[in-house]
C-alpha cells in the first residue's frame, strides 16, 4: 500500500483500521507521525468539546420564545408564582395601616371632653375653649389662646367641638391681627382649629408663634 | 422500580402542537444547547449565536419549515434551519478566509509533518489555538468539524444536515482536519502535544 492509498482510507476517522492501512501506519514512519498529529488534534478537538460543553443560549431566548409560543397557541400568560410569605406581608401591611389610621384619628380628632350637655355647659365652651380639649392637647406650652375667628359669634352655639391639627401658612395668621414678616410669610406653622358638629370653624389657635 | 422513558422529541413536538408549553419548554431545553454552541463555533460571535438560536424555535413555533420525521431527526432539522442562517448570515459577511482548496483535494501528508516549533504551552492555549483555527476554516468545512467533532453527531446525521451523502461528510471531515494541522503549524502555534491531554503531562 502506498501513502496515497493509506490516506484515502481516511485512517484517522477510523476507530480501527483495515489490517492492510494498519501494516502500512507500523511500517511508514512519515505516515505514523502525520497520524500521530491526527491523533492529538482529534484529542485537541474533544478538550475543546468538553471546554464549550456547558455553553448555552441566554435565558432570555427563552423567556421570548415562551411569549411568543402563548401567542402562537393563544394562551394567556401564566399568573406569577405565588409566594408562602406574599398573604402574610399583605394582612401585615393591612394591619399596619390600619392601626395608623386608629392612632391619627384619635390623635387628631378625638372627641373634646364637654363639660356637660346643659345650656350652662354651651355657655362655658363659648368662652373657655380650653375645656373641649384633649389633655395632651390642653397642656401643650407652645399653644397660645383660642382665638374666635370672625364669623364665630353668628354661628349656632354647639358643645359637641372637635379640634383639628392642621398646618397652615404664617401668612393665615395676618387675617387675626398678627404681625408677621414677609420673610416669614411661607414658613408653616401648626394650628389648632375648633370645629362645630355643622363642620364650621370656631376658632383657632397658633403652636408656633 | 423501572424508570419511565423520557418522551421522544417527535412526542413532544405532537403535544407542543396541541398547545403544550410544558412540552415545548422541554423540547427547547433539550435541543438548544448544543444548536447554540454550534451557531457559536461557524459565526464566533455570541450576539450572532443567540438569533440564530432564537429564529431556529421561531421557526419550529410557527411550523415555517415543514419537518418531517420521515426524512431525519427533529434534531437533524433544527441544525439545518440553524446551518441555513449561519450560511446566509457569513455570505452577507462575507467573512470566509480564502483557504483555498478543492472539495476532495487531499492534503499531501509530507506537508502536514513538517516539524513543529517546540513551544511549551499550556492545554489551555493549544484550546484557543485550535479554536481560532477552526474559526478560519472555509465554512462547509468549520460546520463538518462543529458538527461532528465538537457535537459529535454522528456521519449519517450530519449527512442529513448538510444534505450530502455520508461519504461527502467523511470526505470533508478529512479534509478539515488536514488543514487544522496545517494552519496550526503554519501558525507555529503550540505543539500538538499541547492538545492531547495526556501528553501534555509528559
Not at chain 2, 496550526?184 to 502555534?189: C, G
Request: with cysteine; net charge negative.
Amino acid at each position: 500500500m502506498t501513502c496515497q492509498e493509506f490516506w484515502s482510507t481516511m485512517p484517522e476517522l477510523e476507530g480501527e483500521a483495515a489490517p492492510e492501512a494498519a501494516a502500512h501506519g507500523r511500517e511508514c514512519t512519515a505516515c505514523a507521525a502525520v497520524l500521530n498529529h491526527h491523533g492529538a488534534l482529534a484529542a485537541g478537538l474533544r478538550g475543546v468539546a468538553a471546554e464549550w460543553g456547558r455553553l448555552k443560549a441566554p435565558g432570555r431566548v427563552e423567556a421570548r420564545l415562551l411569549a411568543e409560543f402563548r401567542g402562537q397557541a393563544g394562551l394567556a400568560a401564566p399568573p406569577p408564582a405565588r409566594r408562602w410569605w406574599s398573604p402574610v406581608l399583605a394582612w401585615t401591611a393591612a394591619a399596619l395601616v390600619v392601626a395608623a389610621a386608629f392612632l391619627l384619628f384619635a390623635g387628631r380628632v378625638r372627641q373634646p371632653r364637654t363639660p356637660a350637655n346643659t345650656a350652662a355647659g354651651a355657655e362655658a365652651a363659648v368662652t373657655d375653649w380650653g375645656a373641649f380639649l384633649p389633655a395632651e392637647m390642653a397642656g401643650d406650652a407652645s399653644a397660645g389662646e383660642f382665638i374666635p375667628l370672625p364669623n364665630a359669634d353668628r354661628l349656632p352655639q354647639d358643645t359637641d367641638l372637635n379640634v383639628v391639627r392642621v398646618e397652615v401658612p404664617r401668612s393665615a395668621m395676618i387675617a387675626l391681627g398678627y404681625s408677621v414678616a414677609a420673610d416669614r410669610a411661607s414658613e408653616r406653622v401648626r394650628a389648632d382649629v375648633l370645629m362645630g358638629s355643622d363642620g364650621l370653624a370656631r376658632a383657632v389657635r397658633f403652636l408656633d408663634e | 422500580m423501572a424508570e419511565i422513558p423520557a418522551e421522544t422529541d417527535d412526542e413532544l413536538l405532537l403535544r407542543m402542537r396541541s398547545g403544550d408549553e410544558q412540552a415545548f419548554t422541554a423540547l427547547y431545553r433539550r435541543r438548544q444547547a448544543a444548536i447554540y454552541r454550534f451557531a457559536l463555533h461557524m459565526s464566533g460571535s455570541a450576539a450572532t449565536a443567540e438569533d440564530v438560536i432564537q429564529e431556529v424555535f421561531l421557526a419550529l413555533i410557527r411550523d415555517d419549515c415543514g419537518y418531517d420525521p420521515e426524512r431525519g431527526t427533529l434534531a437533524g432539522y433544527l441544525f439545518g434551519i440553524a446551518r441555513k442562517l449561519l450560511l446566509r448570515q457569513l455570505e452577507r459577511r462575507q467573512a470566509d478566509v480564502p483557504l483555498e482548496a478543492g472539495e476532495e483535494d487531499s492534503v499531501l501528508p509530507e506537508r502536514a509533518a513538517r516539524p513543529d516549533p517546540l513551544a511549551a504551552l499550556t492545554r489551555k492555549e493549544g484550546f484557543a489555538a485550535l479554536r481560532r483555527a477552526v474559526e478560519t476554516l472555509p465554512p462547509r468545512y468549520r460546520e463538518v468539524v462543529a458538527l461532528c467533532d465538537l457535537e459529535e453527531v454522528d456521519y449519517a446525521e450530519a449527512a442529513f444536515v448538510l444534505g450530502c451523502p455520508v461519504g461527502t461528510v467523511r470526505s470533508r471531515l478529512h479534509r478539515a482536519r488536514a488543514l487544522l494541522l496545517e494552519k496550526l503549524h503554519q501558525d507555529r502555534h503550540p505543539r500538538l502535544d499541547a492538545l492531547d491531554p495526556a501528553r501534555s503531562l509528559i
